[in-house]
């Protein structure tokens, strides 16, 4: 079994930077964030393999989010420059079995509770 919490959320403006963590409890796999806000579908923001050599992000965040874990204190983190008021949503943290990067959040098998990120503008 994992657990996962997530920290780090908060009220920031457009053009910040907020980092947010996820502690995971269990063995080592494949990470991922999401993010979602009401009335719409949790959609992928990013992901990193087991060993951290491999990561992938959504088009939207490209450039400015970056993903990456320290398997030592069994933290992930994802470090968000350049917020925009439309980052705002709740980020999950999400562990998967599989043995690949994926975004396709059916294929993640744990959820931690969620933080709220607000990028006013």
């Known amino acids: 079994q994992v657990q996962l919490v997530e920290s780090g959320g908060g009220l920031v403006q457009a053009g910040d930077s907020l980092r947010l963590s996820c502690a995971a409890s269990?063995?080592?796999?494949?990470m991922g964030w999401f993010r979602q806000v009401p009335g719409k579908e949790r959609e992928f923001v990013a992901a990193i393999s087991a060993n951290g050599a491999i990561t992938a992000y959504a088009d939207s965040v490209k450039g400015r989010f970056t993903i990456s874990r320290d398997n030592a204190k069994k933290m992930v983190s994802l470090q968000m420059n350049s917020l925009k008021p439309e980052d705002t949503a709740v980020y999950y943290c999400?562990?998967?079995?599989?043995?690949?990067?994926?975004?396709?959040?059916?294929?993640?098998?744990?959820w931690g509770q969620g933080t709220q990120v607000t990028v006013s503008s």
């Open positions: 269990g063995g080592t796999s494949n």
């Open positions: 999400a562990a998967t079995k599989t043995g690949t990067v994926v975004g396709d959040r059916g294929l993640y098998d744990y």
